[in-house]
């Protein structure tokens, strides 16, 4: 097999014969096409070693780390011999995407993207176009929780740990609350603030009162489950959606919580994740979950970037400025959601802890920096809600981010020639007007059959 070196060099030659193959899953089965006439060699032994030269483009297809939801497409040139998979049902079964060369066998190609097949677009005379979408969005699927009785709607999603939610009586003879879809490590009932005898039934994310509640009453919690850091929250995620994480992700050991009382998904889980870490997700070409934080990358010429692209590399006048972001004057930093806030407290949690009876009541704690940018005199401060639980963490977290916001941030958009770049990478383009500066990539969008990519890239 070659190595990545190898396939790199083989990329940087105008001359070699490139072809780009696609596995179309379906309902029935798998096709196998490409842009040019493919046989893997007969020592592969394959079940089906042919790919035939029905791949008129396939453009649009993108891999980000914001979450946003891209539609590309897959133009198949139909002679005759293909207008019966018009029948097929495509719709929702992945597209795996490779690329080689002719002379190679099949296990020296490269996956160069996974999405998911959006179904029939659009057919005319000799041709069928495919809508794709971002493989992310599989994780778009409601997570199912379950429904609480009497129209109640679904069960609480809790992962992690919250300081205050709501508890919904399911048994009313029984006195019998559920909290959570989930198991739970711990639950603390209360009645506006105060704790209450109760038998806790942990296994099911529930509790059951000692007494009735009297007038006035207000019955919350205090809940822990068990998926309660960044890296533990995503392998559930990826658990439940059947897939398995990327040995690239690597996320800071910090206590979190995920609450939703309305229906979920695994993509509202990890958005939110990432607004707490400034970090970046996505479903790689190996259909792994990948989640990353993002972290500023030096302008040190001693820095050695994982990608440089040559002016040889990048389309001719494809370079251009997407947007920018100011820097930060400060940060409010929001952590420790309380998800049921309280009209009013118990007296005595008013009398001996006002802060605590305080804390009842407000939706968010928060926790505040600035920084002095004296070039930078329009710089503004901003706001992050996250999903830490634990002072200490916070003030960390808080700062790294306000640090990584200290500098303007530049979002750039160009076409190259080597479409296997991969999001995260760090890169440097050698084109006027940003020379030697290195960035990071954010975003990989297949333009055409053949490989060319549009990269956007964080300086």
């Known amino acids: 097999?070659?190595?990545?070196?190898?396939?790199?060099?083989?990329?940087?030659?105008?001359?070699?014969?490139?072809?780009?193959?696609?596995?179309?899953?379906?309902?029935?089965?798998?096709?196998?096409v490409a842009d040019k006439p493919y046989v893997a060699p007969a020592f592969e032994a394959l079940a089906n070693p042919v790919w035939n030269d029905l791949l008129i483009t396939a453009s649009g297809i993108s891999t980000r780390v914001d979450g946003l939801i891209e539609i590309g497409k897959i133009q198949l040139r139909n002679d005759g011999r293909i207008t019966e998979w018009l029948d097929y049902q495509w719709r929702g079964w992945p597209v795996r995407l490779f690329l080689?060369?002719?002379?190679?066998?099949?296990?020296?190609?490269?996956?160069?993207?996974?999405?998911?097949?959006?179904g029939l677009e659009s057919y005319k005379t000799g041709e069928i176009t495919l809508s794709v979408i971002d493989s992310s969005e599989q994780l778009n699927e409601p997570i199912d929780t379950g429904q609480l009785p009497d129209d109640g709607g679904p069960v609480p999603?809790?992962?992690?740990?919250?300081?205050?939610?709501?508890?919904?009586?399911?048994?009313?003879?029984?006195?019998?609350?559920?909290?959570?879809?989930?198991?739970?490590?711990?639950?603390t009932p209360r009645d506006i603030g105060n704790e209450v005898p109760h038998t806790a039934h942990l296994s099911d994310g529930a509790f059951t009162l000692n007494n009735g509640p009297g007038s006035g009453s207000e019955i919350t919690a205090a809940a822990h489950e068990q998926h309660d850091t960044p890296m533990a929250m995503v392998q559930w995620v990826a658990d439940?959606?059947?897939?398995?994480?990327?040995?690239?992700?690597?996320?800071?050991?910090?206590?979190?919580?995920?609450?939703?009382?309305?229906?979920?998904?695994?993509?509202q889980v990890l958005d939110a994740l990432c607004e707490s870490l400034g970090a970046g997700w996505h479903i790689d070409a190996f259909d792994r979950l990948d989640v990353r934080v993002f972290e500023g990358v030096s302008d040190d010429p001693g820095v050695t970037p994982d990608i440089t692209l040559s002016a040889d590399n990048v389309q001719e006048n494809s370079l251009q400025l997407a947007s920018v972001e100011p820097p930060w004057s400060g940060l409010t930093f929001r952590w420790g959601r309380n998800d049921a806030?309280?009209?009013?407290?118990?007296?005595v949690i008013d009398d001996t802890d006002p802060a605590l009876a305080a804390r009842f009541k407000q939706e968010w704690r928060e926790s505040t920096a600035e920084q002095a940018l004296p070039n930078h005199p329009l710089a503004t401060?901003?706001?992050?809600?996250?999903l830490m639980e634990l002072s200490a963490e916070v003030v960390t977290e808080r700062d790294r981010r306000l640090g990584y916001h200290a500098l303007r941030r530049e979002r750039w958009r160009l076409i190259t020639y080597l479409p296997t770049v991969q999001i995260y990478q760090t890169i440097t383009v050698n084109v006027p007007p940003i020379v030697g500066r290195i960035g990071r990539v954010s975003a990989v969008r297949l333009e055409k059959v053949g490989g060319k990519a549009e990269l956007e890239i964080i300086l």
């Open 157 to 187: 999603l809790l992962l992690g740990q919250r300081f205050n939610v709501p508890a919904f009586r399911t048994d009313t003879a029984t006195l019998r609350y559920r909290v959570s879809f989930l198991p739970l490590l711990s639950v």
């Open 1 to 32: 097999m070659i190595s990545d070196a190898q396939f790199k060099r083989w990329l940087e030659s105008p001359n070699e014969n490139r072809v780009m193959l696609a596995e179309l899953e379906h309902a029935g089965g798998v096709v196998q």
């Open 100 to 118: 080689g060369d002719q002379a190679w066998p099949r296990a020296d190609f490269r996956p160069v993207a996974l999405a998911t097949n959006g």
């Open 381 to 386: 401060p901003e706001n992050v809600n996250s």
């Open 240 to 267: 439940y959606y059947g897939k398995t994480v990327s040995p690239n992700t690597v996320l800071p050991n910090v206590t979190v919580g995920f609450y939703s009382s309305a229906e979920a998904t695994g993509a």
């Open 341 to 347: 806030p309280l009209r009013s407290v118990a007296g």
